[in-house]
């Protein structure tokens, strides 16, 4: 992991948020409750801080639905975002289908229920020259092409320079000016650790953490579609499959010594939870979605979550970088800010108890968020 990138740049107050976190009960909060998910120290600069970007779902075109994609979507994919990722000390994202040109497929694509991503292998390279430095493969496209497509995007990662997470019994590790970083996936698919087994899964965070340094757990779990922005404490079924229940999981992860956790799955944005002063990102939603993910009514915005903590791993600062989608499904910094106003609408009416992050926006803006948001829900 190399540690001699730039600070990340402030984008503006409009796309790099800085953290308000209120205790929410019901539509009611209360502005003097203390901000649990953030640092008293002074943010740190340079040599004295981290800063982590997550991403959500990522598709970079189809080779199994495209034989040949143009060259010229190498430069486009993260036009929109490149600096962002670029100077982000460690930048994430889930890889949604595998990096391959062979192997079958068992899924039947076209019936609306399934589907089948396989993206080129040279886009492992692509990942490194735009600023990925560890990507999640524990997901229920992983083996979208059976063992072999698996076996070919784990290599074309390791390749390229791209750290991996999510195969059984992989801790993932990277270390930044001295702050060692492990990283633990978790899924509701029985091929990957799983989002079930709630006792040995913290044993793998203790473990994990019992070895000092950072702890961020991910996981890919919770229905799917627009309806799943809204999510309980309790299990999700989506198409008769059990998908997990993410609170319960990512509370206890919590519990067990997890610093940070970040969810993926749903294709939509969720509410940010601040537990035991400690953030759950319980959706990132969709980031490239070129191939097959939706970018439609709540699909349609997105957001990267910034992450700054110091050397020692205190956390000092959460932010959220709100994220359009144009015709080709490609991310743009979204200056409307709607992704951010959604997942504050979300922890505003929150399904359950909690204590739930507000990100401050713009007062104007706000007519044309609940337009969308009337429209979006239809």
């Known amino acids: ?32 409750q203390p901000n649990t998910c953030t640092s008293p120290t002074p943010a740190g600069t340079g040599q004295n801080a981290v800063r982590m970007v997550f991403g959500g779902d990522t598709v970079l075109g189809n080779n199994f639905l495209v034989d040949n994609i143009p060259a010229s979507w190498d430069e486009r994919y993260f036009a929109g975002v490149r600096s962002i990722l670029q100077d982000a000390d ?25 589907y089948a991503f396989r993206m ?95 702890v961020i757990v991910t996981f890919h779990a919770g229905a799917e579609g627009p309806a799943a922005i809204w999510h309980e404490d309790r299990e999700e079924m989506f198409f008769g499959e059990n998908r997990g229940n993410v609170v319960a999981f990512s509370r206890a992860m919590i519990d067990a010594g997890a610093d940070l956790v970040v969810g993926h799955g749903p294709h939509v944005l969720r509410s940010i939870e601040c537990y035991k002063d400690r953030p759950i990102a319980y959706s990132l939603g969709n980031f490239i979605g070129v191939g097959g993910l939706s970018a439609r009514k709540m699909a349609a915005v997105s957001a990267l979550l910034e992450v700054t903590v110091n050397t ?64 979006a829900s239809r």
């Open 1 to 32: 992991m190399s540690s001699d990138r730039r600070p990340l740049a402030r984008h503006s107050l409009l796309l790099s948020l800085t953290l308000l976190c209120t205790l929410l009960a019901g539509d009611a909060f209360s502005a003097e």
């Open 312 to 375: 020692d791993g205190v956390l000092q600062s959460l932010n959220l970088i709100p994220l359009r989608f144009n015709e080709q499904k490609l991310p743009e910094l979204d200056e409307r800010e709607f992704g951010t106003r959604l997942v504050n609408h979300l922890g505003q009416r929150a399904k359950f108890k909690g204590t739930f992050v507000e990100f401050p926006v713009r007062e104007i803006g706000e007519k044309a968020f609940e337009r969308w948001l009337h429209a």
């Open 90 to 114: 460690i930048a994430f994202g889930n890889l949604e289908g595998v990096l391959s040109e062979r192997g079958e497929t068992t899924k039947v694509p076209g019936t609306g229920r399934q």
């Open 120 to 214: 080129p292998s040279r886009y492992a390279a692509l990942l490194h020259r735009e600023g990925f430095d560890i990507m999640n493969v524990a997901n229920n496209h992983a083996y979208d092409f059976g063992e072999s497509g698996f076996r070919d995007t784990l290599e074309n990662l390791k390749q390229a320079g791209v750290t991996y997470v999510g195969p059984r019994d992989h801790l993932a590790t990277l270390s930044v000016r001295g702050l060692n970083i492990a990283m633990l996936s978790f899924s509701y698919s029985s091929r990957f650790a799983s989002v079930f087994e709630l006792e040995q899964d913290a044993e793998l965070v203790r473990l994990a953490k019992a070895q000092g340094g950072y």
